[in-house]
């Protein structure tokens, strides 16, 4: 069964880093698609970053040149390095394949504040 188990979220200034971790198992990690989503307060679950099984990435506009996903294919892990945080980053974190599929993780909350 596929778990999903994300982490490294927190409070954090505006201009602040984080860097979110997902360690995946329960599937064959390494040809998978993997990406970042989060959820803010009031929204629906957006997709943010992605990564191939390649290493090709992608971005939504609104983070690109601040946030970078990563992934480790032998620790079954992707990571998002988030810089230059703002307010509207705030929200909870996901990660997931994409097209996101059930099962979810819990996510990470992210909140941007001073």
């Known amino acids: 069964q596929v778990r999903l188990v994300e982490s490294g979220g927190g409070l954090v200034q505006p201009g602040g880093s984080l860097r979110l971790s997902c360690a995946a198992s329960g599937m064959i990690f390494s040809i998978n698609t993997m990406a970042w989503y989060r959820q803010a307060p009031g929204k629906e679950r957006e997709l943010v970053a992605v990564?191939?099984?390649?290493?090709?990435?992608n971005y939504v506009d609104s983070v690109k040149g601040r946030f970078t996903i990563s992934r480790d294919n032998a620790k079954n892990t992707v990571y998002l390095q988030m810089n230059g945080l703002k307010s509207e980053d705030t929200g909870v974190y996901y990660c997931?394949?994409?097209?996101?599929?059930?099962?979810w993780g819990q996510g990470t909350q992210v909140t941007v504040s001073s």
């Open positions: 997931n394949r994409a097209p996101g599929r059930r099962p």
């Open positions: 990564i191939t099984s390649g290493g090709g990435t």
